[in-house]
């Protein structure tokens, strides 16, 4: 399961792992979820479980096929640290990514614990980006874990930000995505949340990317900050 994202900051996703259960309350609204659910009666056959944790080995290997370098988050419809996903298939993962370096692999997870608990048994090679969802003050404890991991590039995915993070600490943190919740009973975010987030980036030399402000139809609130859009990625020469 693979294809061209419509989100922001990759271009493909990649899906060895689907399924998912919720964590804070930043899944309350899970998109991955509602779209399960539409594939659940479409008859997709890779959600004959619904929306339980379901391993892919057959789509381990997907990656070696794509010539042209991308920019792939990998279990946009999971979590790669979820605790029924077996530290062997993990690595599997692992290997096609330092296998394939023309491509730049996202990983974003909720799951900082078992995250830095499992970091020394893994490679963490340059094209691999690690991140964590940071969306209220009572999940901004994720972040030292992820410090925690020698990752070459380690970003803070502030989505749904249903809260100010008034204090953010950014040390060894290189990049922050911040966007508001979107769909059918989204949560609104207040606009200073975000500025104050924008100009703590800016303060501590940290990429930051504004995805959007969200709503349940959020086309119509677009993407930009006191009129301007910010789309900073990480450098990672510069790292």
Same mark, same amino acid.
């Given at each position: 399961?693979?294809?061209? &994202?419509?989100? !922001? ?7 060895? %792992? ?14 991955? !979820? ?5 594939? $659940? ?8 479980? *619904? ?39 993990? @690595?599997? %993962? ?5 296998? @394939?370096? +023309? ?5 974003? @997870? ?13 490679? /963490? ?5 690690? *991140?964590? &969802?940071?969306?209220?003050?009572? @999940? =901004? ?9 020698? =990752? ?32 059918? *009973? ?5 606009? !200073? /949340? ?5 100009? +703590?980036?800016?303060? +501590? ?8 402000? *969200?709503? $349940? +139809? ?20 510069? %790292?």
């Amino acid at each position: 399961m693979a294809g061209n &994202s419509s989100i !922001e900051w990759t271009e493909v996703t990649w899906n060895p %792992i689907t399924g998912c259960n919720k964590v804070s309350q930043g899944c309350k609204n899970c998109y991955a !979820e509602r779209m399960a659910k539409r594939l $659940v009666a479409m008859g997709n056959p890779r959600y004959k479980n *619904g929306f339980n944790v379901t391993l892919h080995p057959d789509l381990l290997k997907l990656p070696y096929k794509w010539k042209k370098p991308r920019k792939v988050f990998v279990n946009s419809m999971s979590d790669l640290f979820h605790e029924d996903v077996p530290l062997d298939f993990i @690595t599997e %993962i692992f290997k096609t990514i330092v296998e @394939t370096p +023309q491509h730049t692999y996202q990983i974003l @997870t909720k799951r900082s614990k078992r995250l830095k608990e499992l970091a020394k048994y893994l490679p /963490w090679p340059p094209n691999l980006w690690i *991140g964590t &969802s940071v969306e209220n003050e009572e @999940t =901004a404890f994720r972040i030292n874990d992820l410090r925690n991991v020698p =990752a070459h590039i380690r970003f803070l995915s502030c989505e749904p930000l249903i809260g100010p993070l008034n204090s953010l600490n950014l040390r060894d943190i290189h990049w922050v995505i911040v966007g508001g919740e979107s769909g059918p *009973g989204s949560r609104p975010m207040e606009s !200073e /949340w975000v500025r104050i987030i924008r100009d +703590q980036c800016k303060e +501590q030399k940290v990429a930051f990317f504004f995805k959007q402000w *969200g709503g $349940v +139809q959020k086309h119509r609130f677009g993407r930009e900050l006191d009129n301007e859009t910010y789309d900073e990625f990480p450098n990672p020469s510069h %790292i």
